[in-house]
């Protein structure tokens, strides 16, 4: 259980404010409430079967684009193939892309 407490400096501490808290915590508590959200700090996995942020191909760490399961790159290159009837499982039996430029590629990720 992770007790809600007010912030410091609100003067709103009445019984309004308590019964908020202990309303919010009693819902977070319930067990139809993801237990993805109850920690402090929200980790999602890449490939949640819900809330998936990573390009489905295999060992492509780059993000997806909105409303695909693809990033841009892998997006732009299975809409090239298609056009030429390949498969994706054809387009993606190379090795992967690198992940995106920047500090990703200095910490040797």
């Known amino acids: 259980m992770i007790p809600l407490t007010l912030l410091p400096g609100r003067t709103d501490t009445t019984r309004i404010g308590r019964d908020r808290l202990e309303l919010l915590t009693t819902l977070i508590e319930a067990s139809a409430f993801a237990p993805l959200f109850r920690d402090t700090l929200i980790f999602i996995p ?3 079967p819900l809330y998936a942020w990573q ?3 295999d060992g492509c760490l780059r993000i997806r684009r909105v409303s695909h399961n693809l ?3 892998h997006n ?3 809409e090239q193939a298609e056009r030429t009837r390949r498969t ?3 387009l ?3 090795p992967p892309l690198c992940p995106p430029r920047g500090e990703w590629a200095t910490a040797g990720v």
């Open 46 to 48: 890449p490939q949640h």
């Open 88 to 90: 994706k499982r054809a």
């Open 76 to 78: 732009l290159e299975w």
């Open 55 to 57: 390009c489905a191909v």
């Open 71 to 73: 990033c841009n790159t």
């Open 92 to 94: 993606w039996t190379r």
